[in-house]
């Protein structure tokens, strides 16, 4: 029986992940597997290696801090999240992520980023130790994370990527094509929440107009997003996956700068965990 791990994104409401990830952790819950896209790859690294709190305590600390999000970046650098302090100095120095528990950890971590030129979802293993600011795995999981008009894509040996949720939001299916026959995935919207079409089409457009596979895919998202969204619901219903996800909406701001809010959707993971502990339990026993 192999064990899979999905978890979506959604900007600050991947908190909500944090919540989810640090009570598995407490109760010693191992998958073979994970994915996670944009947010639930630079949250969910921490659960594989295994760092209890952490992307909880970083955000807490530096969530008003310009070095860490601002206009000015944005203005200045093409991205909201200033990469050299996001993706440097805070894992490498000020929080530190901690390397040889995640590259010894024998759990497969995939992160999803998007081809600007396809539009299509590239799934990457992040096995490639190195621990310089510039490793191929951290330019990845960056990539991952890297919202169209916030971020500039990301080049990755000749190519160039952005935020994996505009591709595959909830990757179930390639988490499926894994052969992992019992899979956790954790939402961070509500069972019933619906997508609605990309309102900034021409701001879209303009901005990525020569990468049209990618504009299409964009115009798309919210069809392949509430897609998912009912596959996942299909195939709960049916006892094939187990699912943790907000009971309702978390609504939290996507840069929220305040430590209780960030604290307040931590705790509803938290909570709904706990509350599906033992039947997530069962479940991965196969039971």
Known sequence: MKKGLVMEGGAMRGIFTCGVIDVLLENGIEFDSAVGVSAGATFGINFKSKQIGR????NKVYCNDKR?????SLIKTGDLYNVPFCYGTLPYE????DLDTFYNNPMDFYCVATDINTGKAVYHNCINRDETRDGIDIKWIRASASMPMFARPVEIDGGLYLDGGMADSIPLRFMESEKCDRILVIETQPADFVKKPQKYMGLVKLMLGKYPNMVETM????????????YVRQKEQAG???VIRPSEAPNINPTEKKPEELQRVYEMGRAEAIRNLEGLKQYLKGN
């Not at 992307?55 to 970083?58: A, E, M, S, T, V």
């Not at 000020?94 to 992520?97: I, K």
């Open 240 to 242: 094939e996956v187990f």
């Open 219 to 230: 115009r798309n998202r919210h069809i392949m997003y509430n897609e998912e969204k009912e």
């Open 68 to 72: 860490y999000c601002s206009v000015r």
């Open 55 to 58: 992307p909880l305590r970083y």
């Open 94 to 97: 000020l929080d530190v992520w």
